[in-house]
């Protein structure tokens, strides 16, 4: 059964910083792309970064690029995410995300095909 | 930047269809993917690409696109239905990626 649990999540003062971590299991997790989602309380879903699964190829969203940074340990079956400068308006339920490819008819798709259950930021005075 | 457009909200009566749709440049490139999230859980993906479905979604989900815009049609919606929805394809760099605006479904 495929299984991503996140961690880290807390309270943290504007400016402070915090790691996430993101356990996976049932799956090989070397083989697969990964990302983060977040979710401000009552708002919609707001991709946050991707990673390859080298780690060759790492994306950001323009919120939070140059203060968030993505990596993963694949002897350790875990992504992460360290967030500096935080801000008010990261405060958000964070979701690791796995990039499943599927191909049909000819094309091939990436969605996410498993999430985690997420792990509460708050930045706040 | 690119973004997917969405009706905040609509309402369908139990076993009617309802179709959400999704606006946005560049839907004109890339397919959408559509993912269901219910009060106080992560999102479940229900519709990909040229119309696919993960197993176990119900064949009541289907997808389809046109142009700008990606849609999500429920077909005999049932009480379990009700959840918000969100579309989400890559912008124009393919790099990243982004999630529309949302749509909240309710079944009267």
């Known amino acids: 059964e495929v299984q991503l649990v996140e961690s880290g999540g807390g309270l943290v003062p504007p400016g402070g910083s915090l790691r996430l971590s993101c356990a996976a299991s049932?799956?090989?997790?070397?083989?697969?792309?990964m990302n983060w989602v977040r979710q401000a309380p009552g708002k919609g879903l707001e991709w946050v970064s991707y990673i390859s699964t080298s780690s060759s190829a790492i994306y950001y969203a323009d919120s939070v690029k140059g203060r968030f940074t993505i990596s993963r340990d694949n002897a350790k079956n875990s992504l992460y995410l360290q967030m500096n400068t935080l801000r008010d308006e990261d405060t958000a339920v964070y979701y690791c995300?796995?990039?499943?490819?599927?191909?049909?008819?000819?094309?091939?798709?990436?969605?996410?095909?498993?999430w985690g259950q997420g792990t509460l930021v708050t930045v706040s005075s | 930047s690119s973004e997917l457009t969405q009706d905040p909200a609509v309402s369908v009566a139990l076993g009617q269809t309802v179709r959400i749709t999704c606006q946005g440049d560049s839907l004109r490139t890339y397919y959408a993917s559509w993912y269901q999230q219910k009060a106080g859980q992560a999102p479940v993906v229900v519709n990909y690409?040229?119309?696919n479905r993960p197993s176990g979604i119900p064949d009541r989900f289907s997808g389809s696109s046109s142009g700008n815009t990606a849609s999500l049609t429920i077909s005999g919606a049932q009480a379990e239905d009700e959840a918000d929805y969100y579309c989400?394809?890559?912008?124009?760099?393919?790099?990243?990626?982004?999630f529309g605006t949302g749509t909240k479904v309710t079944v009267l």
């Open positions: 989400n394809s890559r912008d124009s760099s393919g790099n990243h990626l982004v």
């Open positions: 995300a796995r990039e499943g490819r599927y191909c049909s008819g000819g094309f091939c798709f990436r969605i996410f095909d498993y």
């Open positions: 690409g040229k119309n």
């Open positions: 049932g799956f090989t997790f070397s083989s697969y792309s």
